[in-house]
């Protein structure tokens, strides 16, 4: 049974009641009843029904009327028009404003129920239709982001696997961000497990990188928030939200309008965030930005992890290096230095002069011995490698502060 409500308007309350208990209802249409043409007109309006039986020939407002109306309202509501009499320019009149069928009083139970059904037969389809084209346009949608998040990983992966020095990843990753998102600048924020804070590996605007030394603690600004919450945000205006710290736009000259932040894993843990800041253009960020910077995210947290590991390596490597060069020094050194002591002590054992003056003259003998001793010593124990300006763009391994220790 039918569930498809028809609105009936017609003025002649026996034909209301041929259309209602003979053509209708019988066959389960549910039925709406109006005695003129405003009051049916203001019924389509309100109820939106599936069909309209519209007499031409109505008081208040004629059919053509009430059709006009629908139509500049653009309320497509499919209609079947009825008159005993019509004139051929009227009934034209009624199809170029929608009508579907015309049906000539007087008709009969079958001929309405033919008209009907084929008229409701015809919408289902363009309905059928309108969802089908609807659905395979939002799959295209899906599909086309779908290859652009495919090209932008692409993109991130490339990225990773070209070179493996910091700075440069972290240029590239970031370049490849702003250039997928269309945004004015990103950061790389990286949590420092020492002091629980997040430090700007890299700002980047355009192709300026920018350094800033300013940590943000955790929980501190919107950065900070996504961070400690573990959770991505979408800030459309950062003046709205009280999670906007000002200072970072001081600290990195930025003018900050709207916001995307995601939070970086390894392993399960944060260990830092990837924040973009104003769209260049068009709309503002979307729900689909966020998910795209957040598949992202991931292979931006692979190419950080590579990228230390790297450096963890090459510090171990050289640290490795050091001791093996350390150990041939010592070698040949040392030799040298325990024939200078012995030498030193052979001399302060034969001198015929004062024993004092001689002690004063070896001394410093000793102490350089045991200075040379200390600094082998030192390089053969470093676990880290820093290093500073020599003369120029020399640089030298910096032991001070082991040394100290060791003297």
């Not at 998040?149 to 991130?156: E, P, Q, Y």
């Not at 030394?213 to 979408?234: M, T």
Request: with cysteine; charged share 25%; glycine share 4%.
């Amino acid at each position: 049974m039918s569930q498809e409500i028809v609105l009936v308007v017609e003025d002649n309350q026996d034909m209301q009641a041929f259309l209602q208990d003979g053509v209708l209802e019988p066959v389960g249409y549910r039925t709406l009843m109006a005695a003129d043409g405003q009051e049916g007109l203001e019924c389509a309006l309100s109820d939106e029904p599936d069909l309209i039986l519209l007499d031409l020939n109505l008081p208040r407002l004629s059919g053509l009327n009430v059709l006009a109306e629908l139509y500049k309202q653009e309320r497509r509501i499919p209609a079947i028009v009825i008159s005993a009499y019509g004139s051929e320019e009227a009934i034209l009149a009624a199809f170029r404003l929608g009508a579907k069928d015309f049906l000539q009083k007087p008709f009969s139970i079958k001929q309405a129920r033919a008209a009907i059904e084929n008229a409701l037969t015809e919408e289902r389809l363009r309905q059928e239709k309108e969802s089908l084209t609807q659905a395979l346009t939002l799959a295209n949608q899906r599909l086309q982001r779908q290859v652009h998040n495919w090209i932008a990983l692409n993109d991130i992966a490339q990225a990773i696997t070209s070179t493996l020095e910091e700075p440069e990843v972290f240029r590239r990753v970031m370049a490849n961000v702003n250039r997928i998102l269309q945004v004015e600048a990103g950061s790389l924020l990286l949590l420092n497990q020492e002091t629980d804070e997040l430090e700007f590996a890299i700002t980047l605007q355009g192709d300026a990188a920018r350094f800033s030394s300013f940590p943000i603690k955790l929980g501190q600004g919107i950065a900070g928030w996504v961070a400690q919450h573990d959770e991505p945000l979408l800030v459309p205006d950062v003046r709205q939200d009280p999670r906007f710290y000002a200072q970072v736009d001081q600290a990195t000259g930025f003018q900050c309008y709207s916001i995307l932040c995601v939070p970086l894993k390894a392993k399960g843990q944060v260990i830092g965030v990837i924040e973009v800041i104003n769209k260049r253009a068009g709309p503002e960020f979307t729900q689909d930005d966020l998910e795209l910077l957040t598949a992202l995210a991931s292979w931006v947290a692979v190419a950080v992890e590579n990228a230390r590991l790297n450096r963890f390596t090459q510090e171990v490597a050289a640290a490795r290096t050091l001791k093996q060069a350390v150990t041939t020094l010592a070698h040949h050194i040392n030799n040298h230095l325990v024939i200078f002591s012995f030498e030193l002590d052979s001399l302060e054992a034969e001198s015929q002069v004062n024993q004092e003056v001689m002690r004063a003259f070896i001394a410093p003998g000793r102490r350089c011995i045991r200075k040379v001793s200390s600094v082998i010593k030192t390089l053969g124990q470093l676990e880290k490698i820093h290093t500073v300006p020599y003369v120029g763009a020399v640089e030298m391994i910096d032991i001070e502060e082991a040394l100290k220790e060791q003297v």
